[in-house]
Nanobody, 115 residues
Framework: QVQLVESGGGLVQPGGSLRLSCAASISILNINVMGWYRQAPGKERELVAA???????NYADSVKGRFTISRDYAKNTVYLQMNTLKPEDTAIYYC?????????WGQGTQVTVSS
């Protein structure tokens, strides 16, 4: 049973920063794509950022220049550094790993941006 444990969410004021972590119970060396998605109330889940095993990254237009995805193979962990947060970034953030046709999801961590 693969487990993805997310942490780092919370309440932050507009303009603030948070770093989300996703620790995997398996080695991420053979993971093809690692990503972060988010789902706001009443909206569909959307891709926020992704990184491939080759190091290519992809970001939603709404977070480009503010968010950075990275991974640490030694810790089997994927990170999402979020800077200059806006109220519209409020959502549940989910970690996602893909290996071939297999996809794993984390349980989600709440991020709330509010003054």
């Amino acid at each position: 049973q693969v487990q993805l444990v997310e942490s780092g969410g919370g309440l932050v004021q507009p303009g603030g920063s948070l770093r989300l972590s996703c620790a995997a119970s398996i080695s991420i060396l053979n993971i093809n794509v690692m990503g972060w998605y988010r789902q706001a109330p009443g909206k569909e889940r959307e891709l926020v950022a992704a990184i491939t095993s080759g190091g290519n990254t992809n970001y939603a237009d709404s977070v480009k220049g503010r968010f950075t995805i990275s991974r640490d193979y030694a810790k089997n962990t994927v990170y999402l550094q979020m800077n200059t947060l806006k109220p519209e970034d409020t959502a549940i953030y989910y970690c996602n790993l893909q290996r071939g046709t297999i996809t794993w999801w984390g349980q989600g961590t709440q991020v709330t941006v509010s003054s």
